[in-house]
């Protein structure tokens, strides 16, 4: 079956920071999502990705599409308390999830 | 505006019983998704259903069976639950299968002892 490699698997950051996380597969997609998840919480959509290259902003959130299709990348600028959790990336179809990045913020 | 509606939130449940995972959405999706998370294993699918009236099984489908009631409702059932289906339990639907992102649930926690 399809496989996302996530990484790195957990982060611990100070305040303030720039965080980067990516996604790489062994497949083609044709979307990437990049989902955050808070705790007890089901994951929500933060960005999603539709064509190779393509570079998108939500925020303080970027992301992007990488040319081979096969990866993904995402970025968090000055990064915040509220920024932590889990964060999936999901290549489409039927979504195929990487297994997260934690992500812990000191304030 | 409800999204997506997962019942109960909690369960724990003896080995050998069974229970159903209930799900509702209300945005008139005709996708609809279980999926299973595990630590360190990130959402694994365990079945699907592209429209009403059809279910396929994902990755992980092995002891869970699933039934697309209505357009709204997609229910989870374990027939005989082992402490290996001790997980987090979510339900997502999506407008179409294949573009797009999901709506998610809130979870389902289950514990099998």
């Known amino acids: 079956g399809q496989q996302l490699n996530q990484s790195p698997q957990s982060m611990f950051i100070q305040e303030g920071e720039d965080v980067s996380m990516n996604c790489t597969s062994s497949s083609i997609f044709n979307t990437w999502l990049w989902y955050k998840q808070d705790p007890g919480e089901g994951p929500v959509l933060l960005i999603a990705?539709?064509?190779?290259?393509e570079l998108t902003s939500n925020g303080r959130l970027t992301a992007q599409f990488g040319i081979t299709r096969k990866d993904s990348f995402l970025n968090i600028s000055a990064s915040i308390p509220s920024d932590v959790g889990i964060y999936f990336c999901?290549?489409?179809?039927?979504?195929?999830f990487g297994k997260g990045t934690k992500l812990t913020v000191n304030p | 505006n409800a999204g997506v509606t997962q019942t109960p939130k909690f369960q724990v449940l003896k080995t050998g019983q069974s229970m159903t995972l209930q799900c509702a959405q209300d945005?008139?999706?005709?996708?609809m998704y279980w999926y299973r998370q595990d630590p360190g294993m990130g959402l694994r699918l365990i079945y699907y259903s592209a429209s009403e009236g059809t279910t396929d099984k994902g990755e992980v489908p092995n002891g869970y069976n699933v039934s697309r009631l209505n357009k709204r409702e997609f229910s989870l059932r374990l027939e005989s639950a082992a402490p290996s289906q001790t997980s987090v339990y979510f339900c997502?639907?999506?407008?179409?299968?294949?573009?797009?992102?999901?709506?998610f649930g809130s979870g389902t926690r289950l514990t099998v002892v």
């Open positions: 990705l539709y064509k190779a290259g």
């Open positions: 997502a639907s999506s407008s179409s299968g294949d573009s797009g992102g999901y709506t």
């Open positions: 999901a290549g489409q179809r039927k979504l195929v």
């Open positions: 945005m008139n999706h005709n996708s």
